[in-house]
């Protein structure tokens, strides 16, 4: 089965998109990666999207009209990682417009049949609202996946994401994915990259690699006020995004770190990161678990030793070292959920969502749907 996931998270850095052949194997997935491609927003489009999402209040005619150009951005990267190989079916997570899962409430946008009609192919989207009408929280959806891909029976493991937001997957020894822990932890890349868009005014959005932290200093007055945040203290189930760790967050601690240069600014934020995603790991009572790393934030160095520093008896490492190129994890993951909507079986997990039960995930836009259903079925004897 040739397929292709289809990602862009709150970093807002671009879409995601992953061309795989993947087959059914045991309990989970063979897969080989066969192409790969970020394709960063235009200007334009990423310049609305960030007047669009929280804190920003978005129109209804604004929001409609962004699910359309998301749509045709989404099915511009799907075309290219595809080249000439036909799909059997697309898997597009779309682009989270707004998320308070303690409420239930959930919207991705990005018109999925923009993309189906574009490759003439099956398109699965909306993975979190199935999840959210059993009483879920929509998320994490991915450590599912996480323990086909990253669990052993010989040691205990933490698959960690670093995307705008951090979040965490806790893999004790055996696990399965029905039984795994999950939840976001914080921000990941999402204030750091404001501090330094706001700081550079507009000339960079990111500490490239952890340079500027690297050449800081952490103040412990502005990061003890940053880890006052109850969000940090919360028992899971949880999640979070950009309406509580957006911009604004940083305006409502200015007072703090406006006086710091961007050096000392980028290295009290880093620690923020790295502080929130130590604490939960060491919180979770596992014998120096082995750590993998996924998203954007294995390649800021700065953060990478910070966590290492904060966890000295874990081997950390990205998730290549499993097979798992750590850019394309999520796009990876939202290829194998859409497989499992195509076969009708759950893939949520109501102890990391909080649902009351197990359901299957994701709606189809069809093309073709007898046909591949008929393939899916034959895969899986």
């Known amino acids: ?13 671009g879409i995601d998109a992953a061309l795989l052949r993947l087959e059914p194997h045991g309990d989970g997935y063979a897969f080989e990666v066969l192409a790969f491609v970020t394709q960063p927003f235009e200007p334009p489009l990423l310049e609305r999207l960030r007047a669009t999402l929280p804190p920003c209040d978005g129109s209804a005619a604004r929001i409609a009209e962004l699910h359309r150009d998301l749509g045709i951005a989404f099915a511009q990267a799907a075309r290219a990682v595809a080249g000439a190989m036909q799909v059997d079916y697309v898997a597009m997570h ?4 707004y998320h308070d899962g303690a409420r239930h409430v959930t919207m991705q946008i990005g ?3 923009v993309v189906r009609e574009a490759l003439a192919t099956t398109v699965c989207f909306d993975f979190r609202s199935a999840d959210c009408a059993v009483g879920g929280h929509g998320a994490p959806l991915v450590p599912y996946v996480d323990a086909m891909l990253f669990a052993s029976a010989s040691e205990d493991r933490v698959a960690v994401n670093i995307g705008g937001i951090a979040n965490l997957t806790a893999l004790p020894r055996g696990s399965t994915p029905y039984d795994v822990l999950a939840f976001d932890t914080g921000p990941g890349n999402m204030l750091l990259d404001a501090f330094v868009l706001e700081r550079t005014d507009g000339a960079l959005a990111l500490d490239a690699d952890g340079a500027f932290a690297s050449l800081g200093r952490c103040d412990e007055r502005a990061l003890a006020a940053m880890l006052a945040d109850p969000y940090f203290a919360a028992e899971p189930p949880k999640t979070t995004g950009r ?3 957006g911009e604004h967050f940083l305006r409502m601690h200015r007072a703090l770190l406006g006086p710091l240069s961007l050096e000392d600014g980028c290295a009290t934020l880093t620690e923020l990161t790295a502080a929130t995603l130590g604490d939960a790991i060491a919180d979770l009572g596992l014998r120096a678990p082995r750590i993998v790393v996924g998203g954007g934030g294995v390649r800021n160095l700065a ?3 910070r966590l290492q520093a904060r966890l000295p008896h874990c081997a950390i490492e990205p998730t290549d070292a499993m097979g798992v190129p750590s850019d394309a994890r999520e796009a ?9 909507t195509l076969r009708e079986r759950a893939a949520n997990v109501p102890r990391v969502t909080g649902a009351a039960r197990a359901v299957t995930l994701g709606g189809i836009a069809p093309y073709g749907l007898a046909r591949l259903v008929m393939e899916v079925a034959k895969s899986c004897r």
């Open 243 to 245: 309406e509580r760790f």
């Open 1 to 13: 089965m040739i397929a292709i996931g289809l990602m862009s998270g709150t970093s807002l850095d």
């Open 111 to 113: 018109d999925p049949f």
């Open 94 to 97: 779309g682009l989270t417009i």
């Open 332 to 340: 990876i993951a939202f290829a194998i959920l859409g497989f499992e």
């Open 303 to 305: 953060l990478m030793q």
